[in-house]
């Protein structure tokens, strides 16, 4: 009803009489009588709602799918920060220990990752239902991650040492610190404090994909949604983790990541891009 009536910032609750709608509390206690007596007028007797479909236009953001998830699932999961936390924790551990440890510690790891990211997530998406605010989410979500993918492509282009979207340098000794643990509830916190230090990578996209399902589909409807984006984005993990593993020495995968990290920024800032724009502009082109 919500879409078919073009309602661009649904709530909690809601009354819906022939083509009037009243959300919140407030227009419910101010103006429920006079909608009532004037849809009596017009109508002559019982309201027979004339509904049509309203159109996609920015703000109401209702072409969330599955494959649009996927998509910005998988640019989100080629994240350098969690990589390369990852790898130097398997760096520092697969001398030390079995195969059988660094695997049970590397999935502590990404599992802590996966848990953040998705308790997060329920988080972000009850504030966004409780407040009414999820078309404002999706809109500014979008308008960061296009900001955020600029400034992706700038710093692969032209600088030289380190990047700003990255993990803070004051950070990286408590991350450190845990890395050179390497036990179980040292790996637990360090996936935890990766969540938190790595939003600035690439978090825009993420807040995106929680605004357009908060907007489209209820609470309860939108968890399996955020099930596939977080499993999507820790499948990267899960492959590295595996290939170190299986034999592939863990120096080869962090030659690679250093080779390749100015590149592989510069694909996650054209995608962040992408993604932002067809938030924005998307629904006319549909």
């Not at 007797?45 to 996609?56: C, F, H, I, K, R």
């Not at 993918?149 to 993990?167: C, P, Q, S, T």
């Not at 825009?204 to 605004?211: A, E, M, N, P």
């Not at 299986?246 to 694909?267: C, H, M, Q, S």
Request: hydrophobic fraction near 55%; proline fraction near 5%; aromatic fraction near 8%.
């Amino acid at each position: 009803m919500d879409q078919n009536l073009g309602i661009a910032s649904p709530g909690v609750p809601t009354i819906i009489i022939g083509n009037h709608t009243l959300v919140g509390e407030d227009q419910i206690r101010d103006q429920l009588e006079q909608v009532i007596l004037a849809e009596q007028a017009t109508s002559g007797g019982p309201a027979q709602g004339n509904l049509t479909v309203a159109e996609n236009s920015p703000g109401t953001f209702s072409h969330l799918t599955v494959p649009l998830v996927i998509v910005a699932a998988g640019i989100d999961s080629l994240n350098p920060c969690a990589f390369t936390v990852l790898i130097i924790l398997l760096l520092s551990i697969i001398a030390l220990q079995s195969r059988r440890q660094v695997l049970i510690v590397g999935v502590t790891y990404i599992a802590a990752v996966f848990l953040f990211y998705f308790i997060s997530g329920i988080g972000v998406l009850s504030f966004v239902h409780l407040s009414g605010i999820s078309s404002l989410i999706a809109l500014a979500a979008a308008v960061i991650a296009i900001v955020l993918g600029v400034v992706n492509i700038i710093e692969a282009a032209v600088k030289k040492d380190g990047f700003f979207l990255a993990i803070p340098e004051s950070k990286k000794p408590v991350i450190e610190r845990y890395i050179t643990t390497a036990t179980l509830p040292a790996a637990f916190v360090l996936g935890v404090l990766v969540g938190i230090f790595e939003l600035p990578c690439t978090g825009g996209i993420y807040l995106t994909i929680l605004g357009l399902i908060s907007n489209t589909l209820t609470f309860t409807e939108g968890i399996p949604y955020l099930l596939l984006y977080n499993l999507i984005f820790v499948l990267p993990l899960i492959v590295i983790l595996l290939a170190v593993v299986l034999g592939i020495p863990p120096e080869r995968v962090n030659t690679w990541r250093l080779e390749n990290r100015r590149k592989l920024r510069f694909a996650i800032g054209v995608a962040m891009i992408l993604v932002g724009a067809f938030i924005l502009i998307g629904p006319r082109l549909l």
